[in-house]
C-alpha cells in the first residue's frame, strides 16, 4: 500500500518530512492504540487510527492514508466515516491532527464529519473534534 498512496497523502507526508512512505506508514500504525485498513477485494485501499497524544493522554489524534482506490467506495466510505469516527473517539476528550492547507479535499471531509479549524501554521491547518 505504501507505494499506492494517493498523491495528496504523500505531499502531506513530505511536508512532515517523511521520505519513506512504507517508514511513515508503520510508525502510524505503531504509535496507534486502535488501528483499522479498509479492503477492496484483496488489497488494502487506507489505513487509519488514532493514538494518544504524548503531552496530554486525554488527547486522542486521528490519522488516515489512502490509495487512490478508496474513490471507488467513496459514498460508503463517507457513510463509515462517522460511524469509525464516533468508534475512535470513546476513550478521548479530544480528537486532533493537521491537515495540508492545500488539500481540499480531506478538509472538506473534515468538516463534513464536524471537526473545527482552529489553527493555521503553514503548511498545515490544525483541527479538532470535541
Known amino acids: 500500500m505504501s507505494q499506492r498512496l494517493r498523491p495528496a497523502?504523500?505531499?502531506e507526508l513530505e511536508a512532515h518530512g517523511e521520505t519513506n512512505t512504507l517508514v511513515a506508514l508503520l510508525r502510524a500504525v505503531r504509535r496507534s492504540e486502535k488501528s483499522?485498513?479498509?479492503?477492496l477485494d484483496d488489497l488494502p485501499a487506507a489505513i487509519f487510527g488514532v493514538g494518544r497524544a504524548p503531552q496530554d493522554a486525554s488527547v486522542g489524534v486521528i490519522w488516515l492514508l489512502g490509495t487512490?482506490?478508496?474513490e471507488t467506495i467513496k459514498i460508503q466510505f463517507l457513510r463509515e466515516s462517522r460511524k469509525w469516527l464516533e468508534e475512535m473517539s470513546q476513550e478521548y476528550d479530544l480528537l486532533t491532527n493537521v491537515v495540508h492547507e492545500d488539500?481540499?479535499?480531506?478538509i472538506r471531509w473534515l468538516k463534513?464529519?464536524?471537526?473545527?479549524?482552529i489553527r493555521h501554521q503553514p503548511p498545515f491547518v490544525e483541527f479538532v473534534k470535541i
Open 112 to 117: 463534513w464529519l464536524g471537526m473545527s479549524f
Open 36 to 39: 483499522y485498513t479498509v479492503w
Open 103 to 106: 488539500n481540499q479535499l480531506h
Open 68 to 70: 487512490p482506490e478508496i
Open 9 to 11: 497523502d504523500l505531499v
